[in-house]
Nanobody, 123 residues
Framework: QVSLVESGGGSVQAGGSLRLSCAASVRTFNSETARAWFRQAPGKEREFVARISWSGENIYYADSVKGRFTISRDNAKNMVYLQMASLKPEDTAVYYC???????????????WGQGTQVTVSS
């Protein structure tokens, strides 16, 4: 498994921006190269936000964040980022970084998870 630690969450007003970071501690030859961001609001199920392949060439976003969020990665630093712009109150949630052998949008396909970072957007 991969050890993941998220950072960068906080409180922001609607229309503002935040950048989340996910640091990975990876063992040699680890096959969990796909990365994704999920989020979970109180009382709701965990939902997919964005995913990125090892090469960065395969990227996919949930419709709710498309055009506002950007996922990227720096493999040399074992980092994945989520740049969030034009934030809305409905983006309020705990955001989780996840790792998997396969590129997926389904939480159950991911075998490693971070502890989460809170994002709160006020109107």
């Amino acid at each position: 498994q991969v050890s993941l630690v998220e950072s960068g969450g906080g409180s922001v007003q609607a229309g503002g921006s935040l950048r989340l970071s996910c640091a990975a501690s990876v063992r040699t030859f680890n096959s969990e190269t796909a990365r994704a961001w999920f989020r979970q609001a109180p009382g709701k199920e965990r939902e997919f936000v964005a995913r990125i392949s090892w090469s960065g060439e395969n990227i996919y976003y949930a419709d709710s964040v498309k055009g506002r969020f950007t996922i990227s990665r720096d493999n040399a630093k074992n980092m994945v980022y989520l740049q969030m712009a034009s934030l809305k109150p409905e983006d309020t949630a705990v955001y989780y970084c996840a790792a998997s052998r396969y590129l997926s949008s389904v939480p159950d396909d991911f075998t490693s998870w971070g502890q989460g970072t809170q994002v709160t957007v006020s109107s």
